[in-house]
DNA sequence: GTCTATAGTAGGATAGAC
DNA sequence: GTCTATCCTACTATAGAC
């Protein structure tokens, strides 16, 4: 492994963990093994580190949200396949996470991969819902954007409640509900 | 105002503004206008301050959400209440910023103010669906817990996607949609 | 490309005067 | 109670050798 994908790993782990505010260089440098002149040799600095981490976690969450929404089942499998995904709620989102910190939403530069991943989502979530009201799995007055928005918030505030009570039951608690909600969209289901 | 009193102000608005790893006492300390002395004779330190601001921050939340939930109307009026409640999305939570922090989650004095701050919303937001089911407002086979976690879920995770796209927008979608869910649990009601 | 040495600034806390 | 002066460490970046 290259010391540039090296720095860009530990810059993902500790950008997971610690925030962009909370991950210093020396912390990066630490975990890749390698000293100051290979991460100024590759990247100006911190910042652009940091969008090359963001970039690379965005095409891993991506394609493991491809693999469960672009599935062949009904809309509501391929929803459900999406908040079945394995994560770990203790840890948080490691794109939702960074949108809490200033220096990254304040930076266009910084915000950007994140708000990238965002409107991906939603669109290719909406996407599934609209494909299910266009097969008649899904009531007509369905709206695929507002559901899509409350699936992907119940799943980012899922994990806030996890965290704030260290409790990875709470973020199984919100998905549940988004769960119930998505199967009462089903055209003719008992809620209906 | 008493020195100690702006300094958990000014703690208070930083922590908001900057998380508790972005806010340095130095930052604290011009805002509230006070030098070193003051804070450390009012506080042990960084730490027992932001304490000190996070619960001064928990109880004003509190008091504005009870307003909401604590009216005399419907079960749904007072979700709805809550849901309306002014609120800056692109600011985010007072509280829940708060356990994206690193610093702030691994150390149970400082994640205390968080944790039982969503108990009580929780606690409370459940209260008020249990009531409605009580009254036969609301549905028999409705579940207040699962309900209050992805209202609270989805208000936090509205937030996030604010915050990602920097359009206060998204916030309202994905409380829209939590609005639409709340509505659809009334004993039969169109979707039902 | 990668390393160590160095530098300037800021974070967090203490000491002691008033 | 409040202030300023001081201290040590960490952060972020640059310089220059290899």
Chains 1, 2 share one sequence.
């Not at 929803?79 to 910190?101: H, K, M, S, V, Y």
């Not at 266009?134 to 799943?155: F, K, N, Q, Y």
Request: charged fraction near 25%; glycine fraction near 10%; hydrophobic fraction near 45%.
């Amino acid at each position: 492994m290259s010391k540039k994908e090296a720095l860009t790993r530990a810059a993902a782990d500790l950008l997971w963990e610690r925030g962009y505010t909370g991950t210093s260089p020396a912390m990066i440098l630490e975990r890749a093994q390698a000293g100051q002149g290979s991460m100024y040799h590759h990247f100006s600095g911190k910042a652009e580190l940091a969008v090359a981490a963001m970039v690379q976690m965005s095409d891993q969450l991506r394609a493991r949200t491809e693999d469960a929404l672009g599935g062949d089942g009904s809309a509501v499998s391929r929803i459900n396949a999406f908040l079945d995904l394995e994560r770990d709620p203790l840890a948080g989102c490691r794109i939702g996470r960074l949108t809490q910190d200033h220096d990254v939403v304040s930076d266009d530069v910084l915000r950007a991969p994140a708000a990238e991943f965002f409107s991906w989502v939603e669109g290719r979530l909406a996407g599934v819902l609209a494909d299910g009201v266009r097969t008649g799995e899904l009531r007509a007055d369905t709206r695929p954007d507002v559901m899509a928005s409350l699936i992907i918030a119940a799943v980012q505030g899922g994990y806030t409640l996890a965290r704030a009570h260290q409790d990875p039951a709470a973020f199984r608690q919100a998905v549940d509900g988004v769960k119930q909600v998505v199967g009462n969209l089903v055209a003719g289901s008992g809620r209906g």
